[in-house]
């Protein structure tokens, strides 16, 4: 009878993240907004359809490998060579200052702790989600603007994308702390470990691959091929690096992000992704989200959160453009570019939440930030790009 349960959960959560998601479009809102809320409706919190189960659960970590191996295939290494040291620095830094005012915001609802502590801990996760930046909001405005392939568009999309890198290492610093036993330098050991095996290891993948490709190309074996990759190199970060699964997906994702076929592995990812494991993905951030336990204190919190995640970009990516010598407007431009946050920073509280390192009331700031950042970030970025249009446009 329980798979049959089973059956029935998975036809509505599909069909209601489908419906969801073409009526966030319809808003213009992103799609995985409208997923979270079916998962609200669904849920306990208001209809109670469906109810979070290790089942849910594993396909949703599975949902979650997928997505962030399909950003690893979009990541254009080419253009991350192009953007040089400036986007290096203006990712930088728009990961560090969020992740400082994240920590700082924690710390004053529950107190300042020292390093080691659990509180301390908890703190460097609360900033760690604020690092991540989800460009796809920002290129879609600056491409029916006009302006995706301007210098300030160009500078953004690279940032971005250097930007997902840095916060992910960052996350599998921050989750490998979460050993009492741990030590720092044995953690950069470790990590570093695992990057250069990644390396080596993906050097050689890359010229199987080229060669596979070569002889068969767009055959389905390519992407079957680029799946084992990436569930490998997942078990392997997470089994013997103590690095996040999620890293170890996306790595593989870069590995063959210069494939001939690297769209079309990635097109076949994405149809598991899209049609099933995703929306599971999403959904079950709703299912896990309940609004019985807001309070005062965590509307409070949620709210400086929204703020704090916003300004701390602007801040950090616009300052440190400032000083790379882009004009006033153009630097606000950057900072607006880089506040859209999205899939990452949910993955980084479903991966807190499923080690115990904080409870789901914490998706609650997270969802008001991703809808907000969402619906802001392109009417400013058109107001500004209305005042001081961008005089370097293709």
Known sequence: METYM????????????????????????????????????????????????????????????????????ETNLKELKKSGLAALVIACCGVAVPMASGAVLYMCFHGFAGPGTDEFFRALFIGSIMTATSVSITVESLRELGHLQGRVGQTILSA??????????????????KDPNSKPVEICLKTVAFLILALVGGILMYHIFKKIDARYPHTRRIPIIGLGLCFILS??????????????????????????????????????????????????????????????????????????????????????SKILRFNIPDSIKIGIGMMTRGEVALI???????????????????????????????????AMYAKFPDAKTA
């Open 348 to 382: 980084i509280t479903s991966k807190g939440l499923s080690l115990g390192i904080i409870d789901s009331s914490y998706f609650t700031p997270v969802i008001f930030l991703i809808i907000t950042s969402s619906i802001i970030v392109p009417i400013l970025l058109k």
């Open 235 to 320: 078990y392997l970060a997470e089994k013997y690096f103590g690095i996040a699964d999620i890293t170890g997906a996306y790595i593989a994702g870069i590995i063959l992000c210069n494939v001939r076929d690297a769209s079309y592995i990635d097109r076949k990812i994405s149809i598991n992704s899209y049609m099933i494991f995703a929306p599971i993905f999403f959904v079950g951030i709703g299912l896990k989200t309940n609004f019985n336990e807001m309070s005062t204190e965590l509307l409070l919190f949620s709210l400086l959160f929204v703020i704090t995640a916003c300004i701390s970009k602007i801040i950090g990516c616009g300052a440190v």
């Open 160 to 177: 971005a994308i250097i930007d997902d890198v840095i916060g992910i290492i960052v996350l599998t610093f921050v989750l490998s702390l």
């Open 6 to 73: 089973i059956l029935r959960d998975l036809a509505i959560i599909i069909l209601a993240a489908k419906f969801m998601g073409l009526v966030a479009q319809k808003c213009k809102v992103p799609a995985v907004v409208g997923e979270i809320v079916a998962g609200l409706i669904i849920g306990p919190c208001l209809l109670g359809l469906v109810k979070p189960s290790d089942f849910i659960n594993q396909m949703a970590e599975i949902g979650v490998i997928l997505i962030m191996f399909s950003a690893g295939l």
